[in-house]
T-cell receptor
């Protein structure tokens, strides 16, 4: 079946850029999403990209989609301590059901 | 604007007990979803609904039942709780199936 994979951890220094990567297997994906989960909280939609787009930028966030390699990335510029969270990648299959990655925990070093 | 509200936020049950989790949304969304989140895993879809009066099975439906009698509410029931159902449960809603899902804050359920 379809699968979404992410690294479990990423450690960056405050002020640097963070790049969180995600790979997926479903070539019929329609939308791809990035969600953020802070400790003890629900999931907050950060951004999403339609499958016919290559890039989307929203303030400090840049999403890059390589459909050929089925690779999605989220770049956070000027990473701050408030960016500490778990980041989930998800793809919407042809039935619009979301297939989720296991999440990447972003750790910010001072 | 409350968005998606889940009650209760925490609950401890004994094996074999039953309970119902309530999800309410005030965004007039058609689609509603119940997920469970376990450590080191992504979210897994339990059941979902594409409109009032409809329900459908997701990836892990066994041991759960749902009802969508009103458009704004989606109930998740555990008839006979088992320790394997210890998890964090999230409800989400979306305007349509191809629109982003909005999540509640979760219900932390422990089954002893």
């Amino acid at each position: 079946g379809e699968d979404v994979e992410q690294s479990l951890f990423l450690s960056v220094r405050e002020g640097d850029s963070s790049v969180i990567n995600c790979t997926y297997t479903d070539s019929s994906s329609t939308y791809l999403y990035w969600y953020k989960q802070e400790p003890g909280a629900g999931l907050q939609l950060l951004t999403y990209i339609f499958s016919n787009m290559d890039m989307k930028q929203d303030q400090r966030l840049t999403v890059l989609l390589n459909k050929k390699d089925k690779h999605l990335s989220l770049r956070i510029a000027d990473t701050q301590t408030g960016d500490s969270a778990i980041y989930f990648c998800a793809e919407a299959d042809s039935n619009y059901q979301l297939i989720w990655g296991a999440g990447t925990k972003l750790i910010i070093k001072p | 604007n409350a968005g998606v509200t889940q009650t209760p936020k925490f609950r401890v049950l004994k094996t074999g007990q039953s309970m119902t989790l309530l999800c309410a949304q005030d965004m007039n969304h058609e689609y509603m979803y119940w997920y469970r989140q376990d450590p080191g895993m992504g979210l897994r879809l339990i059941h979902y609904s594409v409109g009032e009066g409809t329900t459908a099975k997701g990836e892990v439906p066994d041991g759960y039942n749902v009802s969508r009698l009103k458009k704004q509410n989606f109930l998740l029931g555990l008839e006979s709780a088992a320790p394997s159902q210890t998890s964090v449960y999230f409800c989400a809603s979306s305007y349509q199936g191809d629109q982003p899902q909005h999540f509640g804050d979760g219900t932390r359920l422990s089954i002893l």
